[in-house]
């Protein structure tokens, strides 16, 4: 904990503060406060996959499904059972948890392109198993499901995963996770488990796509197995590559940039597509590394502070 922590919780709780009287006084409509609910909503995705493919240096295309079982798992409590949503989120981000530990343990040995497609095939597995199970609707999927979740859950639960994540990562257990990124053999030969760090990295990402699954489903009234297809996992990766791998605060600026991106081209459904693999297309080329891959914002602060102090007439040798 230090002063840029509380620094950064102080302007995100008058950003939200501004925000919350903004859609109080009715300022802003419906159509805004969708997609900011939506911002929230995809940076957790984002930043709950840049723990397993940026710092980690995993390949997974499969957070789609683990987001469905966040989704589903919720929905089934609040809706068919009439549990509270406070319980129903913590069981969906738990069976999402649980999840990533099973795929965890037998494909985290892989690497490269090998662990890529087993994720996607384990996405594809769960999409399959809603899509056949008549309990939850089938292919029309869970309806009329109670929107109990606002602009304020999302913000706070946003708020939570950032924390959360961006302390794994300043940890003992992110450098562990960062060294397995960076060499494995080497990491392995320092007496770092590589196979247990995967796994929690693994794990931890599950838990929050299931938090961001469980509060999707209970903001718009209903879910089915094609919102959680391949399509929606390479969404999120390209949130990640385009903010850049291993950068949390990258990845926001990249999820929202995007995001907006899609609201502003819902008129033109025919371009989207076009337009996004073009910004991905340059991204790569101009980019490799993301918006801000390689840039470290706190330390660029700390050089512009330590240029003016040593710059002042003042300083003595």
């Not at 980690?56 to 089934?76: D, K, L």
């Not at 053999?185 to 699954?213: D, H, L, Q, S």
């Not at 819902?266 to 597509?273: A, S, T, V």
Request: aromatic fraction near 12%; proline fraction near 2%; charged fraction near 10%.
């Amino acid at each position: 904990m230090n002063k840029r922590f509380f620094l950064g919780i102080a302007i995100s709780l008058v950003f939200y503060g501004v925000v919350q009287a903004l859609i109080s006084g009715e300022i802003l409509n419906d159509f805004y406060v969708d997609t900011l609910v939506m911002l929230g909503i995809n940076i957790i995705l984002a930043v709950s996959l840049n723990l397993i493919n940026g710092f980690t240096g995993q390949f997974s295309i499969g957070h789609a499904g683990f987001m469905s079982i966040g989704a589903y798992v919720s929905a089934i409590m609040t809706t068919n059972l009439g549990y509270s949503f406070p319980l129903a989120l913590i069981c969906g981000c738990l069976a999402a948890a649980v999840a990533g530990l099973i795929i965890g343990f037998p494909t985290l040995r892989l690497k490269g392109d090998y662990l890529a497609i087993a994720t996607l095939g384990f996405g594809e597995i769960i999409r399959i198993v809603w899509l056949n199970n008549d309990y939850v609707g089938g292919a029309a999927g869970l309806n009329g499901i109670e929107r109990v979740t606002n602009w304020s859950w999302v913000f706070f639960l946003v708020l939570i995963t950032v924390i959360v994540i961006q302390n794994i990562v300043k940890s003992t257990h992110g450098r562990a996770m960062i060294s397995v990124r960076e060499n494995e053999i080497a990491a392995e030969a320092m007496g770092i488990n590589v196979t247990r760090y995967k796994v929690i990295a693994f794990v931890v990402g599950a838990f929050f796509a299931g938090m961001a699954g469980a509060i999707s489903a209970h903001y718009f009234y209903g879910i089915a197995p094609g919102s959680y297809n391949f399509m929606k996992s390479f969404e999120i990766l390209v949130f990640v590559v385009l903010g850049g791998l291993g950068s949390t605060l990258g990845v926001v600026v990249g999820t929202v940039l995007l995001t907006l991106l899609f609201t502003f081209l819902q008129d033109i459904p025919e371009w989207r597509m076009i337009i996004y693999s073009l910004i991905l297309i340059l991204t790569m080329i101009f980019r490799p590394k993301g918006l801000l891959g390689n840039v470290d914002v706190m330390k660029l602060f700390k050089k512009r502070g330590g240029a003016t102090k040593n710059g002042g007439t003042t300083t003595t040798p």
